[in-house]
Structure formats: structure tokens, C-alpha cells
């Protein structure tokens, strides 16, 4: 019988042991490197703009597919974000949303912020920050080097 209990005892969790959900971290657009994932950060959309529709109304076989370059910036600076399908709905100019799971793609040379299906976009209420809209990080253009060993 002894044994039994002891088994118990070590099939029992505490809540203490349980691996519970992290905090998260919220990051600043001027903090933003390319390369970089995982990215929870506030935002306020400044302006959308959708770049490409495809869909049914081109030919019936193809899936619908819309892509928007939206600028969303908080008090650091800003950055231009790429929705896709249904995130374009959320992201409206003036809306405040939070990024969840972020990360850095590269698009010519320059850092665009996008959240994949691993990610997602909250909008919440109001903003009380100024965005800085003379930190474009995304006019910023890297240059891949290789590095000799």
C-alpha cells in the first residue's frame, strides 16, 4: 500500500510546478532588429494601404489573397507592418492594436514587422502615446555581409 501512495504523491502537481504562461515583453519599434521573432509590441496603425488582391473575381480557382502595407509606430518610432487576408480588416488607420508573436522579415533590403499564423493581432482600446513619426525604421536599408571566418 505504501507504494500506491507513494505514486500518488508524485503524479499530484502543485500549481507552483505547473509551467504556467510567461509575461509578456513588450518590445519598442526602435528596439527592432532584422532577424528578430517573437515580438509582442503596442502599436497605432498611421495609414493602410492594400498592395494585392487576388481572388475569386480574377479566376474561380484561385484563393482569396490581400496583402496591406499598414505604418504602425508608437512612441519610439515607426515601422511598416504587412497584413495579411484577414488581418487587413483589423488593421484600420487610427486603430490600436497589440502584436502578438511578431517578427522581422526582410523586404528589399529594409525591416518589415509581420505576424504569421503562429502570432496574432488584438486591437485594443486607445493609445495615450505621441507617435514619433521621424523614426521610419522600415526607410532604413541593410546590406547582407558575409562575414570571413
Known amino acids: 500500500m505504501a507504494s500506491n501512495n507513494s505514486s500518488q504523491a508524485q503524479g499530484s502537481s502543485s500549481p507552483a510546478a505547473k509551467p504556467g504562461l510567461r509575461k509578456p515583453v513588450f518590445s519598442k519599434i526602435d528596439h527592432l532588429k532584422p532577424g528578430t ?14 498592395v494585392l488582391q487576388k481572388g475569386r473575381a480574377v479566376s474561380p480557382n484561385l484563393r482569396n489573397v490581400r496583402i496591406a502595407e499598414c505604418l504602425v ?7 511598416l507592418f504587412t497584413a495579411r487576408n484577414d488581418q487587413v ?10 502584436i502578438r508573436n511578431g517578427k522581422i522579415d526582410m523586404f528589399k533590403g529594409s525591416m518589415r514587422l509581420a ?11 486607445p493609445v495615450t502615446f505621441e507617435v514619433k513619426e521621424d523614426n521610419n525604421l522600415s526607410l532604413v536599408e541593410y546590406e547582407l555581409v558575409k562575414v570571413a571566418e
Open 37 to 50: 521573432a517573437g515580438l509582442t509590441l503596442v502599436a497605432k496603425v498611421l495609414s493602410s494601404e492594400i
Open 73 to 79: 509606430g508608437d512612441e519610439t518610432g515607426t515601422i
Open 89 to 98: 480588416d483589423l488593421m484600420k488607420p487610427g486603430t490600436s492594436v497589440i
Open 115 to 125: 505576424v504569421d499564423r503562429w502570432g496574432r493581432i488584438e486591437v485594443t482600446e
